[in-house]
């Protein structure tokens, strides 16, 4: 599967390959994304790679809805 499109968003912090999955679970289960391998702790954002321009959308709006991970 390609991953055209990506969304960077701010998340602080350990564990943020799971924090987002469990988010990402909770509010939007059916958006499939990749996320890359691992991040460094001393990152503030991380960039989620996305299948198409309306998940990338949903995935915004979910975001700004819930504002936490």
């Excluded at 924090?19 to 939007?28: G, P």
């Excluded at 954002?45 to 949903?58: G, I, P, Y």
């Amino acid at each position: 599967m390609t991953f055209k499109y990506s969304v960077t968003l701010p998340i602080s912090g350990g564990n943020k390959l799971s924090r987002f999955k469990d988010w990402a679970d909770q509010h939007v289960p059916d958006v499939r994304y990749s996320l890359p391998p691992q991040t460094p702790i001393k990152t503030e954002t991380m960039t989620v790679r996305l299948a198409s321009l309306e998940e990338r959308q949903r995935m915004l709006q979910a975001f700004a809805r819930s504002s936490q991970m």
